[in-house]
C-alpha cells in the first residue's frame, strides 16, 4: 500500500519562505510524477506543480516565480519551497501521487496546514 | 487556459439520485477524474477517466462524460456520502496542466 505523509513547518513568517517534504513509503518513487496540490481553508483545490522522478519539471504558471520541487530518490522524498510567501499561501498542502501513463492522483498524503501569519 | 465549473451545492434526501456536473468547453474529448473529499481528509479518487470506478468505491457511484457535461451519479444516496466533490482533467495543450473543478458540496437532507 502506497503512503505519502508531510512534513515540514506549519507556521512561517510573511515573505519567508514555505518548505515541505513528502516522504513515500510502501512504492519505489520510479516511473511516476510526484506532485503538490494545495487547498486553502475552506476552499478548491489547485494544482502546485510536479516532478517526474527523473527530474522533469511541471509548475503551475501563477506560482513558478517562488516555486521550487525537488526530489532525492535515496530518501524516497521529494520537496516544496514557496518563496515570498504571504496570507494568501496559508492552505492545506498535500503531495500526491500522479502515474505516468495516467492524468489522475491515484494516492494522497493526509495533508498538511501551513499557515502564514506574523 | 481551461476551466472547468461545477455547481457549489447539490442537495438530497436519502435514496434518492445524486447527479453532480462538472462543465467544459468540449470537456467530452477529454478524461474526467472526480474525487470525493470528507471533512479533515485528503481527496479520495473515486471515479477516473469518466467512468471507472475505483476498487472499494460502491456500485452507486457511476460517471459519465458527454460533450460539454460531465456528470457523477450517486444512486440511493446515503447518509455517508455527504462530502466535497472535484472533477478534474489533465490539459495538455496548456502551461496549466492540471485543471480542477471548483467543487461541489453533496448534503444529505
Not at chain 1, 516532478?51 to 535515496?74: A, E
Not at chain 2, 477524474?33 to 479520495?44: C, D, E, I, M, R
Request: charged content about 15%.
Amino acid at each position: 500500500q502506497v503512503q505519502l505523509q508531510e512534513s515540514g513547518p506549519r507556521l512561517v513568517r510573511p515573505s519567508e519562505t514555505l518548505s515541505l517534504n513528502c516522504t513515500v513509503s510502501g512504492d519505489s518513487m520510479r516511473g511516476y510524477y510526484w506532485t503538490w496540490i494545495r487547498q486553502p481553508p475552506g476552499r478548491g483545490l489547485e494544482w502546485i506543480g510536479y516532478i517526474f522522478y527523473s527530474g522533469s519539471l511541471n509548475y503551475n504558471p501563477t506560482l513558478k516565480s517562488r516555486l521550487s520541487i525537488s526530489v532525492d530518490m535515496s530518501k524516497s522524498q521529494f520537496s516544496l519551497t514557496l518563496s515570498s510567501v504571504t496570507s494568501a499561501d496559508t492552505a492545506f498542502y498535500y503531495c500526491a501521487r500522479r502515474a505516468a501513463d495516467g492524468t489522475l492522483f491515484d494516492y494522497w498524503g493526509p495533508g498538511a496546514l501551513v499557515t502564514v501569519s506574523s | 487556459s481551461y476551466a472547468l465549473t461545477q455547481p457549489p451545492a447539490v442537495s438530497v434526501t436519502p435514496g434518492e439520485t445524486a447527479r453532480i456536473t462538472c462543465g467544459g468547453t468540449n470537456i467530452g474529448t477529454k478524461s474526467v477524474h472526480w474525487y470525493q473529499q470528507k471533512p479533515g481528509q485528503a481527496p479520495l479518487l473515486i471515479m477516473s477517466y469518466n467512468s471507472d470506478r475505483r476498487p472499494g468505491i460502491a456500485e452507486r457511484f457511476s460517471g459519465s462524460n458527454s460533450g460539454d457535461t460531465a456528470t457523477l451519479t450517486i444512486s440511493r444516496v446515503e447518509a455517508g456520502d455527504e462530502a466535497d466533490f472535484y472533477c478534474q482533467v489533465w490539459d495538455g495543450n496548456s502551461d496549466l496542466s492540471v485543471v480542477f473543478g471548483g467543487g461541489t458540496k453533496l448534503t444529505v437532507l
